[in-house]
């Protein structure tokens, strides 16, 4: 089984942290999304991915190359953004007549049993039950819970049941070929080329997929969404170094990176601090701070600080960037 991740995307929504890198390399819980996503799938015995870059796709590149050497690894890139399914579908190349195909998109955590999903028989696809399904994908399916209909922002949905962006397809070239035809003949849904439409010429086609429902899935395009998912993976981890920093409380789950000072402060619960980052005087909760970062005189809630930022909080004398959002709230 290959695993194709798409990782293409600008992340507009996570700006001023997305103009210097990649929304699938924002660190959550003490390593970045994408890390996140390549490790739990690495558990279930994945070991050839692909990778779709785009926006900043030379540091994804390195990231993987320098942190997993060991994988079966290739790029390609989508020049222009017309869409998940287009995003795909650069891909073929390296798709052949009998691959299997997990497709996770690169910005999303799932809480999943991962091995149950990839051992089901027929192809798949991860659901959850929504209260406004108009901003998703969104399937029907029949009693037995395979898939009847696929509909992308349906105006008038039919179903309640969200698709979260995690696809087991047993025919693989199958979805290959839909969507060659659907891009050769300019098939487009809301202007782009949706997976979604591909799937659903796949069940027209006679292809068996089934809905599975997720336990959770965070979307990690939104700080709120982020700072959730730094909360849950820190309260996952078995986190059993302690840390001992000059007259400061730590109150977990945190994780604190190599080569950090932190004095006079009190960090957590649900903190996540990059390396060689220093704090004094502070006080931080439901946080993520970069690396290299230099905090005093602060105290922060629900914030995303990223690397080589500097804030001092007293003295209220800011230097900040393009599209920063501040709230003294």
Not at 58 to 74: A, M, R, T
Not at 270 to 294: A, C, K, P
Not at 308 to 316: E, F, I, R, T
């Amino acid at each position: 089984m290959k695993a194709i991740i798409p990782v293409a995307g600008i992340g507009s929504r996570l700006r001023p942290h997305t103009h210097t890198q990649p929304k699938a390399l924002v660190p959550v819980a003490g390593k970045p999304i994408l890390g996140h996503i390549i490790d739990s799938l690495k558990e279930v015995g994945i070991n050839e991915f692909i990778f779709v870059i785009g926006y900043l796709g030379d540091k994804i590149q390195s990231y993987v190359i320098e942190k997993y050497p060991e994988l079966n690894k290739h790029f390609v890139v989508q020049a222009q953004k017309e869409g998940i399914g287009h995003a795909i579908w650069t891909a073929k190349e390296f798709v052949d007549a009998n691959d299997q195909l997990l497709i996770v998109l690169g910005d999303t955590i799932f809480d999943v049993h991962l091995n149950e999903f990839i051992n089901l028989p027929f192809s798949a696809i991860g659901v959850k039950k929504v209260e406004d399904p108009r901003n998703f994908g969104v399937v029907e399916t029949d009693d037995e819970g395979f898939i009847t209909r696929l509909v992308e922002k349906p105006i008038i949905p039919k179903s309640n049941m969200a698709m979260v962006g995690l696809y087991k397809i047993k025919e693989g070239k199958l979805l290959m070929n839909t969507l060659d035809e659907n891009i050769k003949n300019n098939l487009r849904t809301y202007n782009e080329f949706q997976l979604t439409d591909a799937l659903m010429h796949m069940v027209e086609k006679g292809a068996k997929i089934k809905s599975f429902k997720v336990e959770e899935w965070y979307d990690c395009g939104k700080k709120e969404v982020l700072l959730a998912t730094n909360a849950m993976l820190l309260s996952r981890q078995d986190l059993k170094e302690s840390y001992a920093f000059n007259n400061t409380i730590i109150i977990p789950p945190v994780s604190i990176a190599a080569n950090c000072r932190i004095q006079n402060s009190i960090i957590g619960p649900n903190v996540s601090i990059g390396e060689n980052t220093y704090v004094d005087h502070s006080i931080l909760e439901n946080s993520i701070i970069g690396s290299f970062s230099q905090l005093e005189d602060v105290v922060l809630q629900d914030s995303l600080v990223g690397s080589d930022a500097s804030l001092k909080g007293l003295s209220q004398s800011l230097n900040l960037g393009d599209s920063t959002e501040i709230s003294f709230s």
